[in-house]
């Protein structure tokens, strides 16, 4: 039977659905087996593949045969420990890292290194601060001040509340024409989010724990949605751990940060890892607040590291 070509909008376990060029939706297993290069990873086959499928026979399911290659993706840690990388998405346009001020309230080193992440794949990202509705005026300040910390750097930072409606035309304007992937903690308000941007979606919302004012791991597969204002949007599991950055040399950090590697231009040194050298023109801004200093903090606890390998940045989010 002729092979047919599509887009991978759904993995669970050993099925993926392939949405066909005439529309048509297509459970598939895979065949072969498909790698990436210096990575191990768990999943052959993430959402947003461009992948060619074989009909089965008499039956609505099919095989996938050919995985076309991949302009980018971004992944995670299996698990907490684990060498093995966990394909999210890939071939997207755009990253919206959805953020809360509150339940759960989200620490700027998470952000900063689903950044970084960004950063390293070359792919754009906007910031969302959603649940604005929850905030009292001195947390609505707070929440301005990183809105206008983040655009500083360049990154679009919108305040949103998925609740109330707040500033969703502007989201919808964002995401119009691309194919983008919403990360985000457990319980930040992905799904809900893409619930009032379409309404009728009628993806499964979680509560918020009491004690710990923690979501609950409600989303358990990335899916992909085409919402009718024209944009493709990938929901995914919420996060703990993003992915994981390789830097060859200690300076190279710096590249994904951007206002440092802007500023790094400047030291005395060209391999300036701006931690200890004499010269130094980016501690010289984070003194006179040019550079923001919880930027340059978390900049240094990723240079650090969290297993102790000098040339393996491992990017946790949490
Ligand atoms: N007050 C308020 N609550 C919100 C807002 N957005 C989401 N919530 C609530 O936050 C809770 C979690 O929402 P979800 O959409 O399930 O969160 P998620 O990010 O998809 O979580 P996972 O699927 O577990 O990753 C639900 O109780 C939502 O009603 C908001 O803007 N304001
Ligand atoms: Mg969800
Ligand atoms: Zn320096």
């Known amino acids: 039977m002729d092979k047919l070509k599509g887009v991978v909008i759904k993995t669970t376990g050993s099925w993926h659905t392939a949405k066909l060029k005439s529309g048509q939706l297509m459970d598939c297993t895979v065949r072969g087996k498909f790698r990436i290069k210096g990575i191990r990873n768990t999943n052959p086959i993430a959402v947003g593949d461009v992948v060619v499928v074989e ?7 099919g095989v996938i045969t050919d995985l076309e290659p991949r302009t980018n993706y971004i992944i995670r840690k299996a698990t907490k420990l684990s060498k093995q990388a966990h394909i999210i998405a890939s071939n997207i346009d755009q990253v919206f890292l959805l953020a809360a001020m509150a339940e759960p309230e989200t620490p700027l080193m998470f952000i900063d290194r689903v950044l970084v992440t960004a950063e390293s794949y070359r792919i754009p990202a906007v910031i969302l601060f959603n649940k604005m509705d929850l905030l009292d005026e001195d947390q609505q300040e707070l929440a301005e001040a990183y809105q206008y910390l983040y655009e500083s750097i360049g990154y679009p930072v919108m305040l949103i509340s998925a609740v109330s409606g707040l500033n969703l035309d502007q989201v919808r304007g964002k995401m119009k024409n691309t194919t983008s992937v919403i990360v985000g903690q457990s319980g930040v308000g992905k799904s809900t989010l893409l619930n009032q941007l379409q309404p009728g979606l009628g993806l499964k919302i979680g509560d918020i724990s009491e004690a710990h004012q923690q979501g609950k791991h409600t989303t358990t597969f990335a899916e992909m949605h085409e919402l009718d204002f024209g944009a493709n949007i990938i929901d995914t599991p919420g996060i703990r751990s993003f992915g994981l950055v390789e830097v060859d040399r200690a300076e190279e950090l710096s590249h994904f940060f951007p206002e440092i590697f802007e500023v790094g231009q400047n030291c005395r040194f060209h391999n300036c890892t701006h931690t200890h050298e004499p010269g130094c023109a980016v501690k010289e ?34």
């Open 55 to 61: 009909p089965n026979p008499n039956e609505p399911t």
């Open 285 to 318: 801004a984070v003194e006179n607040n040019e550079i923001p200093f919880t930027r340059y903090e978390n900049y240094l606890t990723i240079m650090k590291g969290d297993e102790g390998d000098k040339y393996r940045k491992d990017i946790y989010a949490q």
